[in-house]
């Protein structure tokens, strides 16, 4: 498809060069779903032009069956060009590096181009499988001090069908897009005056996060993990052992005070987390040493990169580091893929189909990339796939994605629409509890170096917060809703009995809102579908009188049932985690 | 006693003139429970010698029973003085101020003085009232360019009981040194690596800290606060708005990225809470709008300053603000004493004699200090002092201690050395909504500025683990414990029962832990009774064979009973906080 796209890049450029003979071609490569070329127009066009740009495109289509190429001299090329200064640079370049200079013909149309083409362009993809998209500024060569230029961007797919799935897809994206669904049920914010990459979090948003971090606390503490607190500053000096000062380079946030003393904001907790550990003599029976912590690390990402929560500044990491024994390490992936297990499934995530583990491991060409002893990469690896086989995981062995540092299992699941995020991870690390010369005394006596594992069950808070979002369409499972349950009395009348109800279900632990608004009862069951409240309670004359609640879910109607009944049926499915 | 404290500093002074006539005086004030003086020795002395100037002062105290002041003009001064570097420097300085120059002298000793004296020492203070304590180097005038002069201290009292008393404490005090028993009992550490001023807290540490911040939340939720999360930096322009920026001033940490923004750690929260009130437009009906977090600001505290966990740099506040109408102040202030009653009861601290609270109001006689309509002002110190007196607290009304943008309520408690200590606050706020424009919609359709109240319970959680270490000294409540129960078999034969135990105590929520170690029972209990366990569940032959154990507490044996009573018993006491 790629050849195909740049083909299409190429039809593109004749279309313009028929309808605006003026305009100066510059590149035009094959991009993801499509393609792109940007120009120099002599007079600006807009996006009303697409329509006519991409109907000449059709026209030529046809006639563009076979695509010839030559090489050729740079005065040649010089010579072809030499009106448009764009390509004389890049024959320049080409001519000093010692490059060869080739021309690509198809049609009547001929440009400077590297080649990688579909031979028979108008057989290789149908008319209706590609479309124009919409136009951006975009300057030469992507610097802001060159030429701003105008690109035009098109779609394209092998079928029309496919196409249509895209657009139908893109739509679905939109709607689900977590910044929009964010907002409207009122999960986070930003502030000009905070700063961008900087969310603030609402009573709403923030229970979210809360449910999500006690879920996963709920498992991993049978599992002996142990919570633990540590600053979001700290010396260079710390960062300097661990070898992650030049490694992070300018992500780092610097940190000054009055003093001289240079600090730094965590980028990461694992070095903090060793400075626990090496606070107390460690013996080979206090192993494994399970610290887990949920805490704000902050990278500065460049501002045009930073979107909503799925990448940003201040960033709540769901950390855990193991300090094991080598002959721990199998037990201790075990167990933390079973945390991993048991968090993915209580979200419908974890189905055969809809997730697959990376064991990655050493590129066995380049097995002096990797720090630390071989045997004991040998024995892990080995290790990671036998709990993987073990535990029946939908594994791929990938060489060359472990870390300098060590093997690991990474995560990928499947959301709503079929995008893959990696999202859990298990990694080993043979090289930092040496750094710090992190110790326990064995069983004979003498001093050993732990292995040290990190392991991230949601990864970013935040980053999962816009996965579940845009997965669940704002639709959360009942046990990981804000408002679980909302009671809509018909009239003012039965606002006496709502509260009664309230408080009941509040006794209970359920996250329960009384609508008591004068509002017609449509109108409060619309705002209760538009905010996704799994459950909503009507309540008129008949129930008040009778005791009970007519119970409505996202599905359809329940049923009228007794408070009681109401009750322990939502009981129940929250504790299914449905 | 000031006094008193000041002419035993001249005292200190003449016994070293006559003992080391060589050795230059330089300056000598009282200080909290006793005095120093610092002199320019010839040859160094050292703690051994202390003892012999002690003595010496005793001799001289006989004779001193008067205290004569005379001025004198500054060449007089100068000729007195001629071989006191020190002391010239001192006159210079009158001199050139025009401060008049005085000489007071007792018994055979004459000093450069401001004045302040005791007239007739030797009948002021008993011979066995004072001593002296320790030597310490001191720069001259504190400034380390200059001379390192050596520091005498004293302590100093009026009886000979209350100098014993104030030994007795300080070994008390020393005893229960929060640093001390925070390492005894593995709550927290800090790493040259990281940096002074940043306490990293172990497991046990951490869970001390979220059972304060559990209880105190469990409480508030019920009063409607509801928890928000934010980033721990901002751009400067958010303490612009708020007016910080020039408050804070270098205790400000800055943060730097790769770009020109100039980010800050946050050293308060208010300001970022405004930003999610600020997000949505509120109504009459919304208020008061309650929100909670417990985060950690940063205040770049002098090294100088630091101490343990009573002073460090990153501060863990359980912060809380409410934003409501004017009318709702006088409910919101008594909801927040309700909170802090509920919470400081649960450590048996809210108790009459043991704590009171600060009416802080404005001083009557600069009412143009403070900020804000008069007559709010007017009305809420009136709706506090009421709220004061329909919850009987014990208060004071302080004039001028108020806050230029509101008066508050201060509660201040008294540990279990007589110590006085302000944790828990409520104060309000006329100002900061204004400078954000922070708005609701009137029922009459206008738009109002709600009043902010800033409130928190514990304060700051470290410095309030400071202080609760202290007061409980180590041995904190049932509830507060990080380990509530330790099962200690006689014998390895007596393990598989412990374990079963171990088993059935966490299945209930209680924190135990079971002592497998091969060594005697006695050692067993030492190592209990040194980490504060509150119970400890021994188990033999009788205990194993009977289904028994035989539960002794820290006030001593409780009996022999079965592990279901043990449960129920134990729970009991954690749900009453004791």
Redesign the interface.
Known sequence: MEHIRHSLAHLLAAAIKELYPETKPTIGPAIENGFYYDFEFPTPINEKDLEKIERKMKDILSTWTSFEGREVSADEAREYFKDNQYKLELIDELAEKGEKITLYTSGEFTDLCRGGHSDNLSKAIPADAFVLDRIAGAYWRGDEKNTMLTRIYGLAFSTKEELEAYFTQQKEAEARDHRKLGKEL?LF?F?????SG??????K???I??LIVDKISSIQSRFGF??????????K??YE?SGHWDKFG?EL???????D?E?V?KPMNC??HT??Y???MRSYKDLPIR?AETT?V?R?E??GELLGLARV??I?QDDGHVFCRPDQISQEIENITLVIKEFYTSLGMFEEGKFWVSLSVRDSENLDKYLGDSSLWDTAEAELESVAKKLSLPYKRIEGEAAFYGPKLDFMFEDALGRERQLATAQLDFIMPDRFSLEYTDQDGSKKTPVMIHRAIAGSLERFMAVMIEHFAGAFPLWLSPVQVRILPIADAHHEYGKEILVALKEKGIRAELDDRSESLGKKIRSSKEEKVPYVLVIGDKERDEKTVTIEGREGKVGTQSIEDTITFLLEKIAHKS
Chains 1, 2 share one sequence.
């Open positions: 009122d914010t502030s000009d005056l905070v700063g900087l969310p603030l979090f609402t009573p948003g923030t229970l996060r809360d142990q919570k633990v607190t540590i600053p979001h500053i700290t010396k000096d710390l052992t300018d946030f610097k940190v000054k005070g009055k003093s003393t600090f904001m070095p903090h400075q626990i090496a606070s107390r610290f704000m902050y500065d460049q501002p500044r201040s709540t």
